[in-house]
């Protein structure tokens, strides 16, 4: 299977440029809105309450499917209409920049930064409600620049790099897989009585393609530690080592765990979501009194680890 490290190095460069710029969103929303709309018309037809679990659960299954073949088949009929057109390829590249999140994620967790100096702790928290799930109203100053931070290194993985993994692997039509997977799991793939069963097959999935974003995502990380001053890459090392593998999430530990140790923080710990207490582990030995100019380290080093990875797909196509 041939790679495609020139059109994911095109991708990244026009994605941390342009972004997706916000009138083509009001005119036409995005991609990932349009899969979400599918998976929820799926979740409405297949997912009945009266259905017993095996039921449910192998709807789950057949809906995944579905899901699949149809952004799977208009992606692939996309790339090959991109690849009959002069500079067809610099059409796929920006058509894939969509469904990548680089510029994005540095926004939205700057937001926070900026929510801190503007307002204070309920700008902060207003801000990271955005970009977090749990109750903005339980976290006091240094919980909420955890969740900033932890939310930065989580996406940075099944935001950028393992879409970037999934575009170098199989061009546009793997990219759009994986997001189709990635949101499926975000919507239906939670342990509620609603989605235990219907989204067990797509947490699954996600789980499995996540795995190599992950882990390169963590090298990501310690490599961009030996670039930045202040930052420590062998303890990001020993805290990717050690802690990783003990988050509940068989992935997102790797990223955390390397932010963690980078910056001498302790990420994750005990949260709250709506009414529900989470005893999650902590990740790094690290303070756990992160601060807002915290948010800012975490993300110069986010951006030295996008450059790490950008200059990876150029090499990887200038020797291909």
């Not at 994605?15 to 009138?23: C, F, I, K, Q, T």
Request: aromatic share 6%; proline share 5%.
């Amino acid at each position: 299977m041939p790679l495609h490290p020139f059109l994911l190095a095109a991708a990244l460069v026009i994605e941390a440029v342009a972004g997706y710029p916000d009138p083509l969103y009001t005119r036409i929303r995005h991609p990932v809105v349009w899969i979400g709309a599918l998976i929820a018309q799926l979740d409405g037809a297949l997912n009945r309450e009266d259905d017993g679990f095996g039921r449910r659960k192998a709807f789950g299954v057949l809906a995944l499917a579905v899901l699949l073949l149809t952004v799977g088949g208009v992606a692939v009929a996309v790339a090959w209409a991109c690849r009959l057109l002069p500079f067809g390829w610099l059409i796929e590249a920006a058509l894939a920049s969509t469904l990548l999140a680089q510029r994005s994620l540095h926004d939205h967790v700057a937001a926070v930064a900026d929510g801190f100096r503007s307002g204070g702790l309920e700008g902060a928290r207003k801000a990271v409600s955005m970009i977090v799930g749990r109750n903005p109203a339980t976290l006091d100053e240094p919980a909420v620049a955890r969740a900033a931070i932890e939310s930065l290194a989580e996406n940075f993985s099944d935001g950028v790099v393992a879409p970037a993994v999934w575009l170098l692997v199989g061009g546009l039509p793997g990219l759009a897989l994986y997001k189709a997977i990635n949101t499926a799991d975000s919507m239906i793939g939670h342990r509620t009585p609603r989605h235990e069963a219907f989204g067990w097959a797509a947490a699954r999935l996600d789980d499995l393609v996540n795995l190599p974003g992950s882990r390169l995502t963590a090298l990501l990380l310690i490599g961009a530690a030996w670039m930045m001053q202040g930052a420590d890459p062998r303890q990001a090392w020993r805290s990717v080592r050690q802690d990783a593998h003990r988050h509940r999430s068989p992935n997102a530990g790797w990223p955390e765990a390397a932010m963690a140790g980078a910056l001498d923080l302790r990420l994750g710990g005990p949260r709250v979501y709506g009414a529900t207490r989470i005893e999650d582990v902590w990740l790094g030995a690290g303070r756990t009194a992160a601060t807002p100019s915290d948010i800012g380290r975490a993300l110069a080093l986010y951006r030295r680890a996008c450059i790490l990875l950008i200059g990876g797909a150029l090499v990887l196509a200038l020797l291909g």
